[in-house]
């Protein structure tokens, strides 16, 4: 059974910086990713990576965010520098496995100005 479990959100001042971290169990995962959420607004695409090593970020976050793995504990991380008071929403860390994606609980950001 795949279960994700994110770490590492709080409160911080804009400009500062967070690091989430999601450890994943059940089984690898060739993408994963990070997304989050503000109320009202639908989930939306933050960074992902492949097994690889491949990246894309959303244009929002390019520069700023750095998104990571570890294969070996099989562990997603997301470096948030610069943050900024928009950058506040619920981060959620989602894989694809069997055809089907699996969510997170997610981990509350706020920025605050």
């Known amino acids: 059974q795949v279960q994700l479990v994110e770490s590492g959100g709080g409160l911080v001042q804009a400009g500062g910086s967070l690091r989430l971290s999601c450890a994943a169990s059940?089984?690898?995962?060739?993408?994963m990713g990070w997304y989050r959420q503000t109320p009202g607004k639908q989930r939306g695409l933050v960074a992902t990576?492949?097994?690889?090593?491949?990246?894309y970020y959303a244009d929002s976050v390019k520069g700023r965010f750095s998104i990571s793995r570890d294969n070996a504990k099989n562990t997603l991380y997301l470096q948030m520098n610069s943050l900024k008071p928009e950058d506040t929403a619920v981060y959620y860390c989602?894989?694809?496995?069997?055809?089907?994606?699996?969510w997170g609980q997610g981990t509350q950001v706020t920025v605050s100005s």
């Open positions: 990576i492949t097994r690889g090593g491949s990246i």
């Open positions: 989602k894989v694809l496995w069997g055809g089907v994606d699996y």
């Open positions: 059940g089984s690898t995962f060739s993408i």
